[in-house]
């Protein structure tokens, strides 16, 4: 395995799908169109983390910055309501540069998605009944309940918020695991939730749990981007070192030869009163899959970046 050609060529091929505005297009829908903003910081830190200079993304972090909405947040896209998982996204990507004042009213967008439990959801209420393809007498409690995923990543945005530590210590199931809400694998949430309280104190025995049950599902994940974030998340466990440099060297065979990997319907749509998209099957559309190849690829080059660099 030549990790580093395989990274170069995630890298060449994350670049060579880059409009001229520094920005990428991804997860395309009839409805929504395709996520610039969630896709674009997502791929930016992942390209970051590989060691790519700022230089070389400033330009996405500047037209990140402009497309920031009057409430303090981004979104899917333009047409979309500004929604917390974006945010939080940009938020994580743009704190590589200097943009205090623009992050500060991002983070104070974010925590309106908080509920009393500690738990973030996707959408602040007041704003998602504003969109009209959602019918009024629709419950939209799926939509803006607290999960664990959008919890994660918020926190990480954040850096601290011990009101989600708690959600997140208390959503945790007994097998180890977080429920994911938008994604067809509970591998996602589950991966987001370890790295968010990868550093905190009196976490420890969450994250034992979790990656027992990640190492249980290794053997059966076929899908490139699943077995990525189930490295990333038993990445650094001395225990599970055989396991994790036999997958990241079964994920880098995996790599196409223009550098991408493979994508799959990942993204998973449930209706705005769903919640809880595990059990009930109600969707507002498919399962979408990143036809770009974007979210997939950057997703893949984050885990094998931080096992060159040993982040």
């Known amino acids: 395995m030549n990790l580093h050609q395989t990274i170069t ?8 799908e880059r409009d001229t505005g520094g920005l990428w297009r991804d997860f395309y829908t009839d409805t929504h169109g395709e996520s610039i903003d969630w896709i674009s910081a997502y791929v930016g830190r992942s390209l970051l983390t590989a060691g790519v200079s700022f230089s070389e993304l400033e330009i ?32 994580l990507f743009l704190s590589y540069f200097e943009n205090e004042n623009e992050i500060s009213r991002a983070k104070r967008f974010l925590l309106r998605h908080q509920h009393p439990d500690g738990s ?29 995923e959008i919890t994660a990543v918020a926190l990480e945005a954040l850096g601290n918020n011990e009101r989600a ?34 550093d905190k104190e009196n976490c420890r025995e969450m994250i034992i749990r979790a990656r027992r049950w990640l190492i249980e599902q290794v053997e059966s994940i076929e899908i490139p981007v699943y077995l990525a974030f189930l490295l990333d998340g038993i990445r650094g466990e001395q225990e599970y070192s055989g396991e994790f ?67």
Not at 66 to 85: H, L, S, T, V
Not at 135 to 143: A, K, Y
């Open 60 to 91: 996405t972090a500047s037209n990140l910055l402009d497309r920031q909405g009057n409430e303090g947040g981004w979104g899917y896209n333009e047409k979309i309501f500004p929604d917390a998982d974006s945010t939080a996204n940009v938020i």
């Open 245 to 311: 440099y036999s997958g990241i060297d079964r994920l880098s065979k995996m790599q196409k030869d223009d550098g991408s990997w493979e994508s799959y319907p990942i993204l998973r749509f449930p209706l705005p009163s769903n919640t809880e998209p595990w059990k009930n099957s109600d969707r507002w559309r498919k399962d979408s899959k990143d036809q770009n190849r974007l979210f997939t690829t950057a997703t893949c080059l984050n885990v094998l970046s931080k096992t060159k660099f040993h982040i």
């Open 165 to 198: 530590i708690a959600y997140l210590k208390s959503s945790q199931t007994e097998q180890g695991y977080w429920r994911s809400y938008w994604y067809t694998s509970d591998i996602n949430s589950t991966t987001k939730a370890i790295n968010s309280i990868r």
């Open 120 to 148: 973030f959801g996707t959408y602040v209420p007041k704003l998602i009944r504003k969109y009209k393809r959602i019918p009024e007498e629709m419950s939209i409690d799926g939509w803006c309940s607290g999960v664990p």
């Open 9 to 16: 060529n995630a890298k060449h091929f994350l670049f060579s």
